[in-house]
């Protein structure tokens, strides 16, 4: 079963307990789903995750995988942080890396951090990424008005954009609009650490 916890760097697992948002996530799909006025079988239907996993997400008893989540997200027309995290009001605050959502994939070691506070009306997120060496995690299409900026801090990264490859290196930055299917490989023999600010243009 994935677990939610924070990063502490690219080469130490994670296990602090805080900022486990394993309580959030199903109060937050169950939430979502309703405000959606979707039943558990037309969510199954918008995103391609079966109604028992979706069930068992809201229920507790399960944590998706990235692709899962990313699926789930995609049909709610959301990001990922706003499916794991804890809404906030739209005034200063500190965001405390204590307090900053990490989500793990135990299939593919995959680790985000949401780095800045969510909000239900949010137009930007920023995250956090690790990917180990070998590995690789394939989101669905956002909805259309959403991009992506992926800056690579540490390693390199390749991203698939509907079959197209970019070779990303350290330092570079790659934009795309993510309304398509996108993949992170990482080919290379360290972890690759990286940056994505998402912009939804719709919400503005």
């Known amino acids: 079963m994935a677990k939610l916890r924070p990063m502490r760097n690219s080469s130490t697992p ?113 995250a956090l990424n690790l990917l180990p060496p070998g590995e690789s995690v394939e989101f669905p299409p956002h909805h259309a008005g959403v991009e992506e900026f992926l800056v690579v801090h540490e390693g390199a990264l390749t991203v698939l954009l509907d079959g197209a490859r970019f070779d990303v290196k350290s330092g570079d930055t790659l934009f795309y609009p993510s309304d398509c299917v996108h993949e992170f490989r990482n080919e290379g023999e360290r972890s690759a650490v990286f940056y994505i600010v998402i912009n939804d243009r719709t919400r503005r």
């Open 14 to 126: 994670l296990t602090d307990p805080e900022g486990d948002a394993a309580e959030t996530l199903p109060v937050n799909l169950r939430r979502l789903r309703r405000e959606a006025k979707l039943t558990l079988d037309r969510l199954a239907e918008l995103s391609g995750v079966s109604r028992a996993m979706i069930s068992k997400i809201e229920r507790g008893t399960s944590v998706p995988t990235a692709t899962v989540l990313g699926k789930l997200a995609a049909a709610l027309q959301i990001s990922l942080s706003q499916l794991l995290g804890e809404f906030h009001a739209r005034q200063p605050r500190l965001h405390r890396k204590e307090k900053q959502t990490v989500y793990h994939d135990p299939t593919s070691g995959f680790e985000r951090r949401s780095l800045s506070p969510v909000f239900e009306d949010g137009a930007v997120d920023l």
